[in-house]
């Protein structure tokens, strides 16, 4: 069974998943395929990124997942990845150039329900044991988070709000995807020099300390 906080509601014929190509939102866009199929729902799929030119790998990553998708859900309308530039600089965040992008490609696409699978970070001792620093202040780790937020024109929906990665831990055991969709995925936000230009993750930053203390390991295949 679908864990419950997935959902598609019943008059929506399109969505969006913003895919990072981490663990959480490739697992997240897995559970939404998996749902339109269970439920024969007549459900188009649309894989959105913002590529940083600075990590010129993530698109081929994101790919990759897609392709693995479609061969298990053939019956599923995936369309191809949808993009927009989000590389860092000093004149526009990060965040406001993933919500221009994706604002951009749901309205020319007549979509309302964007997909995110942000999830909490670890509890505040964990971190501390790791040695996690604070995350964005989004990320706080309770158990009180609306899973849908009203936005312009549509929704966003963040299933996993609530819960960190331990719980897509035991989601990717539940559905056996270890061997399959979870090296696919890329975590590591480390520059060329710190991955030999992404051939490996860096174990340093903040995301290959939370994917290690999830699931025991910080690789990633590069196909």
């Not at 030119?53 to 392709?67: A, G």
């Not at 998708?69 to 993009?83: A, G, N, S, Y």
């Not at 399959?180 to 590591?188: D, F, G, I, M, V």
Request: glycine share 6%; net charge positive.
């Amino acid at each position: 069974m679908i864990p419950e906080q997935i959902f598609i509601d019943k008059d929506v014929n399109k969505i969006a998943i913003s895919n990072s190509g981490g663990l959480d939102s490739s697992l997240m866009t897995y559970l939404l395929c998996k749902y339109i199929t269970d439920n024969n729902l007549n459900v188009e799929v649309y894989p959105m990124h913002g590529i940083d030119n600075t990590r010129p790998t993530s698109p081929e990553n994101v790919q990759n997942i897609i392709n693995f998708l479609r061969e298990q859900f053939p019956k599923v309308k995936i369309h191809d990845m949808l993009t927009w530039d989000n590389t860092k600089d000093w004149i526009v965040p990060k965040t406001k150039k993933d919500s221009a992008g994706l604002t951009k490609h749901c309205v020319e696409n007549n979509i309302t329900h964007i997909y995110g699978g942000r999830t909490a970070n670890p509890p505040p001792d964990v971190m501390h044991q790791i040695g996690m620093k604070a995350m964005q202040s989004e990320r706080i780790h309770n158990n009180d988070k609306d899973i849908s937020e009203r936005i312009r024109g549509g929704y966003l929906i963040r299933p996993w709000v609530n819960v960190d990665k331990k719980f897509i831990y035991d989601l990717y055991v539940k559905f056996n995807l270890l061997e399959t969709l979870a090296p696919l995925t890329w975590s590591c936000i480390g520059f060329a020099d710190a991955t030999n230009f992404f051939s490996k993750p860096c174990g340093k930053c903040e995301w290959c300390k939370e994917k290690k203390w999830a699931f025991g390991y910080d690789w990633c295949r590069r196909l």
